[in-house]
């Protein structure tokens, strides 16, 4: 809430109360059946009182905002937009799919428009209610594990079955320092036994007090191999306010030590050669690149330096607009991982059909991308970020194996005799 205007933040309050008094007058004839003048009058109160304490709420913590601990300060902020988002949208489906039935009255009967208005309206406001409340209190922390097998005809054969597990977009700020919750997921991560393990950025939301107790659940965090990890565009602390540059800097150090704590190797603008008997591949690792307003720490030319004769190539980066803007057009890079956008935490997913609105914002938002022999994954990001919950986007752990082409086209020949 803080980086909104009072002005922006009036607007939404309005928007609020003008859905409710909306809300509010459809709701009448629903409770019109009702007999009871007390149990109607109490629907009533209960409606109001937490209307305007939502609204006053909303508006005392925009004004307070800088004078409150800045740990108590995302708890609340998390706190009151999902309260604004489980109130606001099932009354706006609610109004619009009753406005919708008010023709009803030229199509149904007197006695089927008495049954089917309230039967709808209750459904169209109740069913995303509950939606959204499972998205709160068990979606948010059920995590999915996305199984991926990608075969390159440029992988040296002897990293051929390689298994990389990627996370990204952890926020642990959000978790409050739960630290049992994110343990499970690290448990189903090892239980998958990578080589290597791969972390995408924003492992906080802004400070590195975040991180405090965090250090011994993250040793826990096994790879045969390695753990490489980025930073993202939270974890330089641009969206906090701090009394010197300095401060600031020492902000990012103490993340940066973190990685260090944690068995991780921090890749900021380089990258690092992985050798398999006289093979090798390349692990590069950009600091966050984003289009404007985002800023673009990273360097990708200072990061591929060494490695341009390598046979094959990985990149971390954090946003995924990178691999359109920079990767595609100037490099032969094959693989780039990146997370950032969360699948905005909400969306419909059925087999190979996804859907978000955060698409109309980023054309690769979540999942596999290719284009010629280059391929993008987007993971859709282990935490949470502003809405403390996930709709049809679970929190995801991404397995991703490396197939050399030449020996996957030999197997399925030999399945095909």
């Not at 260090?260 to 050669?273: M, Q, Y």
């Not at 978000?356 to 914002?361: D, F, H, L, V, W």
Request: contains cysteine; charged residues 20%.
């Amino acid at each position: 809430m803080k980086s909104y205007s009072l002005f922006t933040i009036i607007l939404l309050c309005l928007a609020i109360l003008l859905i409710d008094i909306l809300t509010f007058y459809w709701l009448q004839s629903i409770t019109q059946f009702i007999v009871s003048s007390a149990i109607k009058s109490t629907i009533y109160v209960f409606f109001w009182v937490f209307t305007v304490g939502l609204i006053s709420a909303i508006l005392i913590l925009k004004i307070t905002l800088d004078d409150i601990n800045p740990m108590r300060k995302q708890l609340l902020i998390s706190s009151f937009y999902g309260l604004a988002i489980s109130s606001f949208i099932p009354k706006l489906i609610f109004v619009i799919a009753i406005s919708l039935l008010y023709v009803s009255n030229y199509i149904f009967s007197a006695t089927e428009s008495l049954i089917i208005v309230p039967l709808i309206g209750l459904l169209s406001g109740a069913l995303p209610f509950f939606i959204i409340l499972y998205g709160i209190f068990k979606a948010i922390y059920r995590f999915k594990v996305h199984y991926h097998s990608i075969a390159f005809k440029n992988l040296p054969v002897s990293f051929n079955g390689l298994k990389m597990v990627q996370i990204s977009d952890i926020h642990l700020g959000s978790f409050n320092y739960r630290y049992p919750i994110l343990e499970r997921a690290f448990e189903k991560i090892n239980n998958l036994e990578p080589d290597y393990i791969f972390f995408t950025g924003d492992l906080v939301n802004n400070y590195a007090w975040e991180l405090r107790g965090w250090e011994k659940i993250f040793k826990k965090l096994k790879a045969r191999k390695g753990k490489y990890s980025i930073l993202g565009n939270h974890d330089y602390g641009d969206y906090s306010e701090w009394n010197s540059s300095e401060e600031k800097q020492e902000n990012l150090e103490a993340i940066k030590q973190f990685y260090k704590d944690i068995d991780f190797k921090l890749l900021l603008n380089e990258a690092e050669v992985i050798t398999n008997n006289s093979d090798n591949i390349s692990i590069i690792g950009i600091e966050n690149w984003g289009k404007p307003p985002f800023k673009q720490y990273g360097d990708l030319q200072k990061a591929i330096e060494t490695v341009k004769n390598s046979p094959f190539k990985i990149l971390l980066s954090h946003d995924p607009s990178h691999w359109s803007e920079e990767v595609l057009i100037n490099t032969n890079i094959d693989l780039t991982l990146s997370g950032h956008t969360h699948g905005m935490q909400a969306g419909l997913q059925f087999k190979n059909l996804q859907w978000s609105p955060i698409k109309y914002k980023y054309k690769h938002w979540a999942g596999l991308y290719k284009k010629g022999h280059q391929y993008l994954y987007v993971n859709r990001g282990l935490g949470w970020l502003g809405f403390p919950g996930r709709l049809g986007m679970r929190p995801e752990i991404t397995l991703v194996e490396l197939k050399a082409a030449l020996i996957k086209s030999d197997l399925e020949s030999n399945e095909s005799r």
